[in-house]
T-cell receptor, first 109, second 113 residues
Framework: GQNIDQPTEMTATEGAIVQINCTYQ??????LFWYQQHAGEAPTFLSY??LDGLEEKGRFSSFLSRSKGYSYLLLKELQMKDSASYLC??????????WGAGTKLIIKP | ETGVTQTPRHLVMGMTNKKSLKCEQH?????MYWYKQSAKKPLELMFV???????ENNSVPSRFSPECPNSSHLFLHLHTLQPEDSALYLC????????????FGSGTRLTVV
C-alpha cells in the first residue's frame, strides 16, 4: 500500500529553526508537495520538489531525496504565526496525490 | 471575489436531513475536488471533476452526491448521513487534474447529530 509518514506534533521556540520530516512509500513518484494549514483555514501551497536537493523560499526550505523516499520542510526564524499544521503529499505514478496526516507545529514564546 | 469560496462554513444536521455544500472558484481552473478531512487523518479524496465531468469517485457512499453544473461551481449533496461523516469538507481546484498545486477553500465544518 501507499503510505506517507510525518510526526503528529512538534514544538519549537520563537526565533529558532525546526525541521519537519516526511517519509513516503508510493507507487511511483511525480513530485512532493508541502502545504500549510492554520486551524480552521484552507491549506495553502508552500513548496514543490521533484528533483533531489534543496528548494529555498524565504524562511522556508524543502529538501527531497528520492532514493531515500524522504523529504523535510525547514522553517527558520520561527514566528508565532508559523503555528499551524504542515501537510506532506506525494504525487504517484498515476498522478494521484497521496497525503500524510499532517504535523501540528506549536510555537512557544 | 478571488480564490475558492465554500459555503456554509459550519453545518449541523440530523441524520434524516438533506443539505448541500457549495464551492465556487474564480480562478479559471478546469479541475475541482471534494476532500474529507478528519482529525489526525490524511485528506481523503472523494470526487474529482475535470471540465464538468466526474473523473474519479473513490468508493464514496451514495449518501454523498456531487454535482458540477459548470467549471466554476461544485456542490456536494448530503442525505441520511451518519455521525461518522462529521468532518471538515474541503473543496479545491487546479488548472488540470494532474496538478498538485491546489487552491483550497476554507472548508465546511459538518456535524451530524
Amino acid at each position: 500500500g501507499q503510505n506517507i509518514d510525518q510526526p503528529t506534533e512538534m514544538t519549537a521556540t520563537e526565533g529558532a529553526i525546526v525541521q519537519i520530516n516526511c517519509t513516503y512509500q508510493t507507487s511511483g513518484f511525480n513530485g512532493l508537495f508541502w502545504y500549510q494549514q492554520h486551524a480552521g483555514e484552507a491549506p495553502t501551497f508552500l513548496s514543490y520538489n521533484v528533483l533531489d536537493g534543496l528548494e529555498e523560499k524565504g524562511r522556508f526550505s524543502s529538501f527531497l531525496s528520492r532514493s531515500k523516499g524522504y523529504s523535510y520542510l525547514l522553517l527558520k526564524e520561527l514566528q508565532m504565526k508559523d503555528s499551524a499544521s504542515y501537510l506532506c503529499a506525494v504525487r504517484d505514478s498515476n498522478y494521484q496525490l497521496i497525503w500524510g496526516a499532517g504535523t501540528k507545529l506549536i510555537i512557544k514564546p | 471575489e478571488t480564490g475558492v469560496t465554500q459555503t456554509p462554513r459550519h453545518l449541523v444536521m440530523g441524520m434524516t436531513n438533506k443539505k448541500s455544500l457549495k464551492c465556487e472558484q474564480h480562478l479559471g481552473h478546469n479541475a475541482m475536488y471534494w476532500y474529507k478531512q478528519s482529525a489526525k487523518k490524511p485528506l481523503e479524496l472523494m470526487f474529482v471533476y475535470s471540465l464538468e465531468e466526474r473523473v474519479e469517485n473513490n468508493s464514496v457512499p451514495s449518501r454523498f452526491s456531487p454535482e458540477c453544473p459548470n467549471s466554476s461551481h461544485l456542490f456536494l449533496h448530503l442525505h441520511t448521513l451518519q455521525p461518522e461523516d462529521s468532518a471538515l469538507y474541503l473543496c479545491a481546484s487546479s488548472q488540470r487534474p494532474s496538478e498538485g498545486g491546489y487552491t483550497f477553500g476554507s472548508g465546511t465544518r459538518l456535524t451530524v447529530v
